[in-house]
């Protein structure tokens, strides 16, 4: 620690807590303290986190030795999921209690940093609080920083940031969700009183000097510490069990002495610098595919079912805690069911979107404290959520991407050193296939490649109206701040006059023109907001597609539980019983888009189902299929004996 620029005793306190500096943090502080632009990439469980926060911690802490430290928000950090921003915040309160508790101890003085969340699941109250009493670390999701943005109150509080942490980029660049973040993003620069520092992590990322430019906007360079991995021999499938090949520590630190030059990438006069830290995403793993005793079939079957059921009991049950991910809320509510009855209904819960926040929460409070052997979850809690007492991760069916494989075996042991298990379980001919061709791509260090959309212009209304609603705004600037978004790059001045018209004139309808949501001075070259393009902003933002799903209400408590499909709800009759959260509901009656229901008391429950959740299979995986299913076909016909164990 002696090489870094860190106060003493905050050295010190990492020291005695954490020992050395994993190989992230070692070569993203001196880039994080030199206020450059930062990507980090690293495998799960490889210190990401504290890399990116603990050169603010330092900053932050040393401005209140100093008595500079002020009630404003200096550090924004964005996850994708709010389990992830809950998780984030309990995990900062130790180094932040344990930096404080060492500086009052050696220099008597009291510096309290605060942190905060801010998402979806914040009561009104939390809110407003946050509000009049700015954090000095406020932790949230893309779509609440959107709000944040649009909102007045909301502004005062971002306008002393001074550093936005984005974790878990790769499962947004993807998609238009992404596409929505990169436009907040240019917002929140263009909105703080200084220079914005933008620091992104991710342990799966491809290619990662994209994710790089989507960080930084549109036109920048990057200068990349990226390792150069020697090849590594493959192993063959033994019993369908594969273990990965573990990363070389020599090779990444040769390279990163070895990579010092910057590569420059020039678009105009725009240039920003961002180091890439790529410390790869390959580690140690134990993965196995777990077979049934009977065959598989084209569609499972009651026996086979009960075979897995079984197999999955005695797995549970030989570990100390179980991670069970599904790839739909139907199939983690019957999966919750059948392991309750063979393991307790006191030692199992599921864990999902259309869960409350309550229930959520309390189910990962559950599971960190150790107190439940299995908690089966959807992709709700496959990203970076520190939960150590997890010692197994089950998949049930394949998870249809390399990096989505990766992010949920890294749930196993999730800490330095620790080696994530996870155990696949096909429950087809064709996802054996599947199974075994994603294996095969993780022992090649192969990784799903990211299609970033290109400048989709329904995201573009939205914030501009959003932009509008909050200040006015200068035509030409206004394209110039929607342009630096990376995905928004190559966006052309008729297409942006296109959506500035759009929303200036409405639409016409057979009552004539309606949803005109800004004012355009085609004299002054200015644009403003309608009256009421504020609410419209606050209250339909984002890119998360909408649902019509009811909510769950248990009578007489008036508690929300959650929410089902609606065509569930609608083709429900009272009297009739369903799962949600491990427990069994009576229905009351459905009407005015909720479900009244009342407890079961266990009786026996229908499954309530979702429409259109199931993941679909990358390009990279659906290449490994059939380059598998060539091979084998090709074995076959030179009537070679290897066809047999490859199948």
Same mark, same amino acid.
């Given at each position: 620690?002696?090489?870094?620029?860190?106060?003493?005793?905050?050295?010190?306190?990492?020291?005695?807590?954490f020992?050395?500096p994993t190989?992230?943090?070692?070569?993203?502080?001196?880039a994080?303290?030199?206020?450059?632009?930062?990507?980090?990439?690293?495998?799960?469980?490889?210190?990401?986190t504290?890399?990116? &926060?603990?050169a603010?911690l330092?900053?932050l &802490?040393? %401005?209140?030795?100093?008595?500079n430290?002020?009630?404003?928000?200096?550090?924004?950090y964005?996850?994708?999921?709010?389990a992830?921003?809950?998780d984030?915040?309990? *995990?900062?309160?130790?180094?932040?209690?344990?930096?404080?508790?060492?500086?009052?101890?050696s220099?008597?003085?009291?510096?309290?940093?605060?942190?905060?969340?801010?998402?979806?699941?914040t009561?009104?109250?939390?809110?407003?609080?946050?509000?009049? *009493?700015?954090?000095?670390?406020?932790?949230?999701?893309?779509?609440?920083?959107y709000?944040?943005?649009?909102? !007045?109150?909301?502004?005062?509080?971002?306008?002393?940031?001074r550093t936005?942490?984005?974790d878990?980029?790769?499962?947004?660049?993807?998609?238009?969700?992404?596409?929505?973040?990169?436009?907040?993003?240019?917002r929140?620069?263009a909105?703080?009183?200084?220079?914005?520092?933008?620091?992104?992590?991710?342990?799966?990322?491809?290619?990662?000097?994209?994710?790089a430019k989507?960080?930084?906007?549109?036109?920048?360079?990057?200068k990349?510490?990226?390792?150069?991995?020697?090849e590594?021999?493959?192993?063959?499938? !033994?019993?369908?069990?594969?273990?990965?090949?573990?990363?070389?520590?020599?090779? $990444?630190?040769?390279?990163?002495?070895?990579? *010092?030059?910057a @590569?420059?990438?020039?678009?105009?006069?725009? #240039?920003?610098?961002?180091?890439?830290?790529?410390?790869?995403?390959?580690?140690?793993?134990?993965l196995?595919?777990?077979?049934?005793?009977?065959?598989?079939?084209?569609?499972?079957? $009651?026996?086979?079912?009960l #075979?897995?059921?079984q197999?999955?009991?005695?797995?549970?049950?030989?570990?100390?805690?179980?991670?069970? &991910?599904?790839?739909?809320?139907?199939?983690?509510?019957?999966?919750?069911?059948?392991?309750? #009855?063979?393991?307790?209904k006191?030692?199992v819960?599921?864990?999902?979107?259309?869960?409350?926040?309550k229930?959520?929460?309390?189910?990962?409070?559950?599971?960190k404290?150790?107190?439940?052997?299995?908690?089966?979850?959807?992709?709700?809690?496959?990203?970076?959520?520190?939960?150590?007492?997890?010692?197994l991760?089950c998949?049930?069916?394949? @998870?249809?991407?390399i990096?989505?494989?990766? !992010?949920?075996?890294? /749930?196993?042991?999730?800490? /330095?050193?620790?080696?994530?298990?996870?155990?696949?379980?096909?429950?087809?001919?064709?996802?054996?296939?599947?199974?075994?061709?994603?294996?095969?791509?993780?022992?090649?260090?192969?990784?799903d490649?990211?299609?970033?959309p290109?400048?989709?212009?329904?995201?573009?209304?939205?914030?501009?109206?959003?932009?509008?609603?909050?200040?006015?705004?200068?035509?030409?600037?206004?394209?110039?701040?929607?342009?630096?978004?990376?995905?928004?790059?190559?966006?052309?001045?008729k297409?942006? %006059?296109?959506?500035?018209?759009?929303l200036?004139e409405?639409?016409?309808?057979?009552?004539?023109?309606?949803?005109?949501?800004?004012?355009?001075?085609?004299?002054?070259? /200015?644009?403003?907001?309608?009256?009421?393009?504020?609410?419209?902003a606050?209250?339909?933002?984002?890119?998360?597609?909408?649902n019509?799903?009811?909510r769950?209400?248990?009578?007489?408590?008036?508690?929300?539980?959650?929410?089902?499909?609606? %065509? &569930?709800?609608i083709?429900?009759?009272a009297?009739?019983?369903?799962?949600?959260?491990?427990?069994?509901?009576?229905?009351?009656?459905?009407?005015?888009?909720?479900? /009244?229901?009342?407890?079961?008391?266990?009786?026996p429950?229908?499954?309530?189902?979702?429409?259109?959740?199931?993941?679909?299979?990358?390009?990279?995986?659906?290449?490994a299929?059939? %380059?598998?299913r060539?091979?084998?076909?090709?074995?076959?016909?030179?009537?070679?004996?290897?066809?047999?164990?490859?199948?």
């Amino acid at each position: 620690m002696k090489s870094f620029k860190f106060h003493p005793i905050i050295a010190k306190w990492f020291e005695e807590k954490f020992g050395s500096p994993t190989e992230p943090q070692q070569r993203g502080w001196p880039a994080i303290q030199a206020g450059s632009h930062v990507l980090i990439a690293a495998p799960t469980g490889s210190g990401k986190t504290l890399a990116a &926060f603990f050169a603010e911690l330092d900053l932050l &802490f040393r %401005d209140g030795l100093a008595g500079n430290l002020t009630d404003e928000t200096r550090v924004v950090y964005v996850s994708p999921l709010k389990a992830l921003s809950n998780d984030i915040h309990k *995990n900062l309160e130790e180094p932040l209690t344990g930096i404080r508790d060492a500086l009052k101890a050696s220099t008597g003085k009291d510096v309290d940093v605060r942190a905060e969340v801010r998402t979806g699941d914040t009561p009104a109250s939390k809110r407003q609080a946050i509000i009049r *009493n700015p954090p000095h670390i406020l932790v949230t999701t893309p779509e609440s920083l959107y709000l944040l943005l649009t909102s !007045q109150s909301g502004r005062r509080v971002l306008g002393t940031v001074r550093t936005l942490i984005v974790d878990e980029i790769h499962a947004v660049v993807g998609n238009r969700r992404g596409s929505h973040l990169a436009l907040t993003m240019e917002r929140l620069a263009a909105l703080t009183k200084g220079p914005l520092q933008r620091i992104g992590l991710s342990a799966t990322q491809r290619p990662i000097e994209k994710v790089a430019k989507f960080l930084v906007g549109g036109g920048e360079s990057s200068k990349s510490q990226t390792p150069n991995p020697k090849e590594a021999p493959i192993s063959k499938f !033994q019993n369908i069990r594969a273990p990965s090949r573990p990363v070389q520590n020599g090779e $990444n630190k040769k390279s990163a002495e070895i990579s *010092n030059a910057a @590569t420059s990438i020039r678009e105009g006069e725009n #240039e920003k610098l961002c180091e890439i830290v790529d410390a790869g995403f390959t580690r140690k793993l134990d993965l196995a595919i777990e077979l049934p005793g009977s065959p598989l079939e084209a569609v499972m079957s $009651n026996e086979v079912w009960l #075979e897995v059921y079984q197999r999955l009991a005695e797995l549970i049950e030989a570990h100390r805690t179980t991670l069970v &991910f599904v790839n739909t809320r139907r199939m983690a509510e019957r999966v919750t069911h059948q392991l309750s #009855e063979k393991l307790g209904k006191e030692k199992v819960t599921s864990h999902h979107g259309s869960l409350s926040a309550k229930l959520r929460l309390d189910a990962e409070n559950r599971l960190k404290r150790g107190e439940l052997k299995a908690l089966v979850a959807t992709a709700s809690l496959e990203l970076g959520i520190d939960i150590g007492s997890v010692d197994l991760v089950c998949q049930l069916g394949p @998870t249809r991407s390399i990096a989505t494989l990766l !992010q949920r075996a890294g /749930r196993a042991e999730h800490r /330095r050193g620790g080696l994530p298990k996870a155990r696949l379980f096909p429950l087809s001919r064709d996802e054996l296939v599947e199974c075994v061709a994603t294996l095969r791509s993780v022992q090649r260090a192969e990784m799903d490649i990211l299609v970033m959309p290109e400048k989709p212009l329904d995201v573009l209304a939205q914030q501009i109206v959003a932009c509008v609603s909050a200040e006015d705004w200068e035509e030409d600037k206004l394209f110039e701040l929607m342009r630096s978004a990376y995905p928004y790059r190559n966006l052309t001045r008729k297409e942006f %006059d296109d959506v500035l018209r759009m929303l200036a004139e409405g639409f016409s309808t057979k009552r004539g023109r309606r949803a005109a949501l800004i004012h355009y001075d085609a004299i002054n070259h /200015r644009v403003r907001g309608r009256r009421g393009a504020g609410l419209v902003a606050l209250t339909s933002g984002g890119a998360i597609p909408d649902n019509a799903d009811y909510r769950v209400v248990l009578e007489p408590s008036e508690t929300f539980i959650g929410t089902v499909n609606e %065509d &569930f709800a609608i083709e429900s009759l009272a009297g009739d019983i369903f799962q949600l959260g491990n427990a069994s509901w009576k229905i009351l009656r459905v009407n005015s888009g909720q479900v /009244r229901v009342q407890d079961a008391h266990g009786q026996p429950p229908t499954m309530p189902f979702w429409l259109g959740e199931a993941p679909g299979r990358t390009n990279e995986v659906s290449t490994a299929v059939s %380059d598998l299913r060539e091979e084998i076909e090709q074995l076959i016909k030179e009537g070679s004996e290897a066809a047999k164990s490859e199948a």
